[in-house]
Nanobody
Framework: QVQLVESGGGLVQAGGSLRLSCATS????????MGWFRQAPGKEREFVAA????????YVAPSVKGRFTLSRDNAKNTVYLQMNSLKPEDTAVYSC????????????????????WGQGTQVTVSS
């Protein structure tokens, strides 16, 4: 059983930054695909970023490219989402997810391929 615990959400003004953390346990972290997804009120959950494995490729959604960065710390079994230049439209509940070894961008971006999910953390960006 894999457990995921997110932290780091909060309220920030537009243009500000936040760093989300997702600590994992119960599975070999280095070979897991780790992803971040978000869901805004009244909208479908959408892909934000993913890392296929510890030294593998990272994928980022076009809407956040250049502003958000995903990184992993294998020693701490933790994945991070650094969010800069935040906009009000980034307001959502952000969730991390763990999947098997998803070796293509299409698979890494598809939430159906993830087996485990965290509880989510609220990010609110005020204008």
């Amino acid at each position: 059983q894999v457990q995921l615990v997110e932290s780091g959400g909060g309220l920030v003004q537009a243009g500000g930054s936040l760093r989300l953390s997702c600590a994992t346990s119960g599975r070999t972290f280095s070979t897991q695909t780790m992803g971040w997804f978000r869901q805004a009120p009244g909208k479908e959950r959408e892909f934000v970023a993913a890392s296929s494995w510890s030294a593998g490729p990272t994928y980022v959604a076009p809407s956040v490219k250049g502003r958000f960065t995903l990184s992993r710390d294998n020693a701490k079994n933790t994945v991070y989402l650094q969010m800069n230049s935040l906009k009000p439209e980034d307001t959502a509940v952000y969730s991390c997810a763990a999947g098997g070894l998803l070796v293509t961008s299409a698979r890494a971006m598809d939430q159906r391929n993830y087996d485990y999910w965290g509880q989510g953390t609220q990010v609110t960006v005020s204008s």
